[in-house]
């Protein structure tokens, strides 16, 4: 990434395909910041990202979550190991020191300071209620009451024993603390039904002593055998996705100790498409509740098109690699391709002459501001073509996928004609680590970067963590805890299980109930994760498409992470065959397979049936491909419509279940 791009908010993901030039995702550096004067006194610690997001892995080899926003992870060897097992993605989280003007004075190392970390991870889904809607979104999808999972357990003290997986608090210090990971002191874990081990990852530092936060496993299980009944809530089980406070106590040269204004950590599950952006990230999400309640502010007029306008248009262009819906957009949408540079560069003209186009690109979008009668009808078959928080309710504008207020303000001004085109602007700096970030920028940089690979939305209940993050009292600004955004309110419960009665409603999510505190506020270890499907795997599965009243387009959940039809490595390898005719490679190349092929069973008798799709994803989730970019043909015959850059599925396993099928075992099941 060039250095004039990240501090317009530019993404490396910018470099797309065809030739389009390094273009902007959404903005890095909304304010101006400078960093504090030299010998400035520190007045605040705080630590970054302040929500940091780890990825389940069998492997024990792992990489680096993304740390630049625009600059995805790449792992050396790819996301898998040799043996097909998916690499761990570690949060590595740093403390900053501040000057009484909030100005950065510099990050704060093992160099100068002892910092002890404590960190306090959890999984309470088991001990949870039933995930049915979102239930904040009123009259438009009314939020459905939730029952306890496994209420058979009936005492609190009862449910704590059995149902809650509880790391307790680990704290470690120094510099290259545990570098194997292997010392028992700093593993994290828990147990379920009173007598099996669930491990939920470990902490080491690095050489600086920033914290590494390693996720576990991603195991399911039912220790009582328990059969797959629902995608989201299924009662005997647990899986190992955990969340909690992360802690720093800085003891400086001086011997003064000081607390730094803690993060949140969760491990959730692997992205399958990790160099694909969704069309809304989980930083957006965030964002635009930020800026609503004031915390941080609206960026100036006329808008940057690098900053707000074209990430929306540049994360479309590359959902036609995970969706069959996006790809063949142009049977169902009157729209250009929003990959191709020439159009970008029409789209990029804010005079009155290119007004006409801008309005007609603009009605493409769905309007999240109408709540008509007709809203349904009207907004159904626009971008993009996904399902929303609503599902439930036919004919609620929420069935289908909302934008952000503040991101659907910036296509509307872009419409209006107010923003400049600053396309084209570059610069030759590279930035490649959060070091070569200008420092004032670097913490919420770290912020930004964990946050916009996740999918922010739809949330029934979505792909990480769900619809809680766009509310005000889960912030620690709104308690009157931190006066920095992002930053979540920590709870004070004397346990982590949190009964507010038979049924979980809207009112009590939001007011409490049973003497508890409301779910949707001050957090507790394990609180993020409860929300989310039981076991996870299910989920995953059971979320690709759903099949509706027409053929097509097939509308789709979360393809960015878990994608829906994609390019396989074998017809890849074809279409770069020069010996093939040019009409073959193409046909290779404008095919597409669905990403979850098999998972629902293979042979003569496969049932392939949706519950043994689900059930068997609990097995199958680590042998699913991931989609990367690689380079396209280069030879001189190479059909002119396949591109420089394609992204292709690939570290597909094999789906047989029965035995350790070998290709030169032969096709046919045994």
């Given at each position: 990434m060039a250095r004039r791009d990240f501090l317009a908010g530019a993404s490396a993901l910018g470099l797309g395909l065809a030739g389009?030039?390094?273009?902007?995702?959404?903005?890095?550096?909304?304010?101006?910041?400078?960093?504090?004067?030299?010998?400035?006194?520190?007045?605040?610690?705080?630590?970054?990202?302040?929500?940091?997001?780890c990825r389940v892995g069998g492997s024990q080899q792992w990489f680096l979550a993304p740390e630049v926003p625009g600059l995805p992870s790449r792992p050396e060897g790819g996301f898998k190991d040799g043996e097909q097992l998916i690499k761990k993605q570690v949060q590595r989280?740093?403390?900053?020191?501040?000057?009484?003007?909030?100005?950065?004075?510099?990050?704060?190392?093992?160099a100068e300071a002892?910092?002890?970390?404590?960190?306090?991870?959890?999984?309470?889904?088991?001990?949870?209620?039933?995930?049915?809607?979102?239930?904040?979104?009123?009259?438009?999808?009314?939020?459905?009451?939730?029952?306890?999972?496994?209420?058979?357990?009936?005492?609190?003290?009862?449910?704590?024993?059995?149902?809650?997986?509880?790391?307790?608090?680990?704290?470690?210090?120094?510099?290259?603390?545990?570098?194997?990971?292997?010392?028992?002191?700093?593993?994290?874990?828990?147990?379920?039904?009173?007598?099996?081990?669930?491990?939920?990852?470990?902490?080491?530092?690095?050489?600086?002593?920033?914290?590494?936060?390693?996720p576990p496993d991603g195991v399911s299980n039912s220790p009582v055998g328990s059969g797959i009944t629902s995608f989201a809530d299924n009662d005997g089980w647990h899986d190992d996705w955990c969340d909690g406070p992360v802690k720093a106590t800085v003891t400086l040269a001086d011997g003064v100790k000081r607390e730094a204004a803690s993060a949140w950590v969760a491990s959730v599950g692997p992205n399958f498409a990790p160099e694909i952006p969704p069309v809304t990230t989980l930083y957006d999400v965030i964002e635009d509740l930020n800026v609503a309640e004031g915390w941080s502010p609206r960026p100036a007029t006329p808008l940057s098109f690098r900053k707000y306008i074209y990430p929306t248009f540049r994360r479309l262009a590359l959902m036609e690699?995970?969706?069959?819906?996006?790809?063949?957009?142009?049977?169902?949408?009157?729209?250009?391709?929003?990959?191709?540079?020439?159009?970008?560069?029409?789209?990029?003209?804010p005079s009155p002459a290119n007004r006409a186009l801008r309005a007609h690109v603009f009605s493409k979008f769905r309007n999240p501001n109408n709540h008509g009668d007709e809203a349904?009808?009207?907004?159904?078959?626009?971008?993009?073509?996904?399902?929303?928080?609503?599902?439930?309710?036919?004919?609620?504008?929420?069935?289908?996928?909302?934008?952000?207020?503040?991101?659907?303000?910036?296509?509307?001004?872009?419409?209006?004609?107010?923003?400049?085109?600053?396309?084209?602007?570059?610069?030759?700096?590279?930035?490649?680590?959060?070091e070569q970030v200008p420092l004032a920028d670097q913490p919420f940089?770290?912020?930004?970067?964990?946050?916009?690979?996740?999918?922010?939305?739809?949330?029934?209940?979505?792909?990480?963590?769900?619809?809680?993050?766009?509310?005000?009292?889960?912030y620690a600004r709104a308690n009157g805890q931190d006066p920095e955004p992002f930053r979540l309110a920590l709870g004070d419960r004397p346990s982590l299980i949190q009964n507010v009665g038979r049924l979980l409603t809207p009112e009590i999510a939001f007011a409490g109930g049973n003497g508890a505190p409301p779910p949707i506020g001050p957090q507790m270890p394990g609180d993020l994760t409860r929300w989310m499907g039981l076991p996870w795997q299910c989920d995953a599965f059971s979320c690709q498409q759903v099949v509706m009243q027409e053929d097509f387009p097939?509308?789709?959940?979360?393809?960015?992470?878990?994608?829906?039809?994609?390019?396989?490595?074998?017809?890849?390898?074809?279409?770069?065959?020069?010996?093939?005719?040019?009409?073959?490679?193409?046909?290779?190349?404008?095919n597409r397979v669905a990403w979850s092929r098999g998972v629902a069973g293979i042979g003569y008798h496969a049932d392939a049936s949706y519950w043994d799709g689900i059930t068997n994803m609990i097995t199958l989730w680590q042998r699913m491909g991931f989609v990367v970019k690689r380079p396209g043909p280069t030879d001189k015959d190479k059909p002119a419509a396949?591109?420089?850059?394609?992204?292709?599925?690939v570290g597909r396993g094999n789906m047989e279940m029965r035995f350790n099928w070998k290709p030169t075992d032969g096709m046919l099941p045994k």
């Open positions: 389009l030039p390094l273009l902007p995702k959404a903005a890095v550096a909304r304010v101006a910041r400078e960093a504090a004067p030299a010998g400035a006194a520190i007045a605040r610690l705080a630590i970054y990202p302040a929500i940091g997001i989280f740093r403390v900053y020191a501040f000057d009484d003007q909030g100005r950065v004075i510099r990050e704060i190392t093992a002892t910092i002890e970390w404590t960190v306090h991870v959890a999984n309470t889904k088991a001990a949870w209620y039933g995930f049915n809607n979102p239930l904040d979104n009123g009259d438009l999808a009314p939020g459905l009451p939730g029952q306890m999972r496994n209420q058979y357990f009936v005492s609190d003290k009862q449910r704590a024993e059995m149902l809650v997986i509880d790391g307790g608090q680990h704290s470690i210090t120094g510099a290259s603390t545990n570098p194997a990971g292997t010392d028992a002191a700093h593993a994290m874990g828990g147990v379920f039904y009173g007598t099996e081990p669930v491990g939920l990852g470990h902490l080491r530092t690095d050489s600086a002593g920033r914290l590494l936060v390693f690699w995970v969706a069959s819906s996006a790809n063949l957009q142009a049977g169902w949408l009157d729209i250009g391709d929003f990959s191709d540079p020439a159009y970008i560069a029409r789209l990029a003209d349904y009808k009207e907004e159904r078959l626009k971008l993009p073509y996904m399902l929303g928080d609503g599902i439930n309710y036919d004919g609620s504008p929420l069935q289908w996928f909302q934008f952000p207020a503040l991101q659907y303000s910036y296509l509307e001004q872009w419409a209006a004609g107010d923003f400049v085109n600053d396309l084209n602007d570059s610069a030759a700096d590279a930035i490649e680590a959060i940089a770290l912020t930004e970067a964990a946050l916009e690979p996740c999918s922010g939305g739809a949330f029934h209940p979505g792909v990480e963590l769900t619809y809680y993050l766009r509310l005000k009292p889960m097939t509308a789709v959940w979360w393809p960015a992470l878990l994608p829906i039809d994609v390019l396989p490595e074998k017809y890849y390898q074809e279409l770069l065959r020069a010996d093939l005719p040019a009409e073959q490679r193409l046909k290779f190349y404008e396949i591109p420089s850059e394609l992204f292709v599925e």
